[in-house]
């Protein structure tokens, strides 16, 4: 099946500092989405991105589906912006419904 | 528009016996997805329901099974509960046709003892 890498899987930072998340996948997707997991568990969903590039506030995200990555932009962090983020992706081609999450990128951001 | 909700929040269960855990999905949404997250990992996908029948699995045992109704909610059932299905279960609902955006649920966290 198809392989999701996501990196770094820590990163800590200092409040109002700028990051970039990545999302590396083996194969053609027809979903990539980015999440954000709180500390009570619940995804929250960041970005629809199977291409191109989008933005929401601070965050902003970058597809390049030819090039199979995918990145998550947060500038001027702050500690809300800690936990947990994914990266998940729906494998192209036959009958695959299924999401196929990435390990994580555990963001800490401190006062 | 109510997002989607899971029941119960929490659950304590002994070995071997069965739980059932409820999805209802996003409002205008017809498919409901389910996984299972351990501490520390990120979500595997356990099934899918479409149309009221299981359109697709995971690599999860027969112990897992499912079920969705004509309202378009959804259990999961896992019976003959073992130590290592205590995690976090996921209830995902989207548009027929999955590479619509999914939406997840808060999640039921079930504890085996």
């Known amino acids: 099946g198809i392989q999701v890498e996501q990196s770094p899987p820590d990163l800590i930072l200092q409040e109002g500092a700028n990051s970039t998340l990545r999302c590396n996948f083996s194969?053609?997707?027809?979903?990539l989405q980015w999440f954000h997991q709180n500390p009570w568990g619940q995804l929250i969903n960041l970005f629809y991105?199977?291409?191109g590039t989008k933005q929401n506030g601070r965050l902003s995200a970058t597809t390049v589906a030819t090039e199979r990555y995918s990145l998550l932009y947060i500038s001027s962090s702050q500690t809300t912006d800690s936990g947990v983020y994914f990266c998940?992706?729906?494998?192209?081609?036959?009958?695959?419904?299924?999401?196929?999450f990435g390990k994580g990128t555990l963001l800490t951001v401190n006062p | 528009d109510a997002g989607v909700t899971q029941s119960p929040t929490h659950l304590i269960k002994t070995r071997g016996q069965q739980v059932t855990l409820r999805c209802s999905p996003k409002?205008?949404?017809?498919?409901v997805s389910w996984y299972q997250q351990a501490l520390g990992q990120g979500p595997q996908f356990i099934f899918q329901?479409?149309?009221?029948?299981?359109?697709q699995r995971g690599n999860f045992p027969d112990r897992f099974s499912g079920h969705q109704f004509p309202n378009y909610s959804s259990e999961l059932n896992v019976n003959a509960l073992l130590l290592g299905d205590s995690a976090l279960y996921l209830c995902?609902?989207?548009?027929?046709?999955?590479?619509?955006?999914?939406?997840f649920g808060p999640g039921t966290r079930l504890t085996v003892t």
């Open positions: 194969d053609s997707v027809n979903n």
């Open positions: 991105i199977p291409s």
């Open positions: 995902a609902s989207s548009r027929d046709l999955s590479y619509f955006e999914q939406y």
């Open positions: 329901y479409y149309e009221e029948e299981e359109r």
């Open positions: 998940a992706v729906l494998n192209s081609g036959g009958s695959n419904y299924k999401l196929t």
């Open positions: 409002s205008g949404h017809d498919t």
